[in-house]
């Protein structure tokens, strides 16, 4: 499923002739496993059915990741995603709740981890027993409000809160370690007392056993550190920062497309 949704990004991407390409590819295994395994409760018939998980995309400038996961949950037509990049398409570069199944607008960075704190909080005053995810980029890790989330996230025992850094270590300045370093994340969020994990962001086996392993009823909010590979998937975009904002030319969407269907053919048989 993560590759047909790889093979569907860069087709739609070509096709806007915009896009984050290279986070959503680095993100796109953790965004399948999320609504295909490890979400509960959710239904494109009923969006906002009051039990189901909530998930925030905090970095919201790799929305076409989730667009075409949603279309491929079947929350979004394909004839909508086709719109993309065209005038009057209510699909934006950045998440907006007009589009059936996204909770929150969202992309100006740092303000993802808040919102899904009060949804986390809510459900603890409510009594429901619903999950919320939230999905950060590692340079988006150097937004102060962050840091204040994440005390209140300890204050408040969320753990039914789950927070996800997408580690491909490129942000659109270049290396994260130059523009503004973040190791040791895994020491930094233990001390403010959550509840931290690392895993292979890009092997969606370590990905799935990760979020298994997680205990909801340990007092404490979670940190999955997921570490990938800017543009994964696609061998000439791989750990390069053009492509955090590169459009494809023809031949190029034509050699990614033909990359991913041969893995696709491969896991088919």
């Not at 949704?5 to 739609?12: Q, S, T």
């Not at 991407?13 to 295994?29: Q, T």
């Not at 699909?91 to 303000?111: C, F, K, Q």
């Not at 009823?217 to 590979?229: G, M």
Request: aromatic content about 6%; overall charge negative; charged content about 25%.
């Amino acid at each position: 499923m993560a590759e047909r949704n790889r093979k569907r990004l860069v087709e739609v991407v070509y096709k806007a002739k915009a896009g984050h390409i290279g986070g959503d590819l680095s993100c796109l295994n953790v965004m399948t496993a999320l609504y295909f395994d490890v979400m509960r409760g959710l239904d494109p018939k009923e969006p906002k059915a009051p039990g189901r998980d909530r998930f925030v995309l905090s970095k919201g400038h790799c929305v076409e990741a989730l667009y075409v996961t949603l279309e491929a949950k079947g929350f979004l037509a394909s004839d909508v995603l086709d719109t993309l990049g065209q005038f009057g398409s209510v699909l934006s570069g950045h998440p907006t709740i007009e589009v059936p199944g996204i909770e929150v607008n969202s992309g100006a960075l740092g303000h993802g981890l808040s919102v899904g704190i009060g949804m986390a909080l809510a459900a603890k005053m409510d009594g429901k027993d619903y999950r919320t995810f939230v999905l950060m980029g590692d340079g988006e890790q150097g937004e102060g409000s962050i840091y204040e989330a994440a005390m209140a996230a300890h204050r408040y025992r969320l753990d039914n809160l789950v927070a996800i850094i997408d580690r491909n270590h490129l942000q659109i300045s270049g290396d994260t370690e130059d523009v503004m370093p973040l190791d040791s994340i895994v020491e930094r969020w233990t001390a403010f007392g959550w509840d931290v994990a690392e895993m292979n962001g890009d092997s969606m086996a370590d990905i799935l056993t990760a979020f298994a392993a997680i205990d909801y009823h340990n007092s404490k909010p979670h940190l999955l550190v997921s570490h990938t590979t800017k543009g994964r998937g696609v061998s000439f975009m791989e750990g390069i920062a053009k492509w955090h904002h590169g459009v494809l030319n023809e031949q190029q969407c034509l050699d990614a497309v033909a990359e991913i269907e041969e893995r696709i053919k491969s896991l088919e048989d």
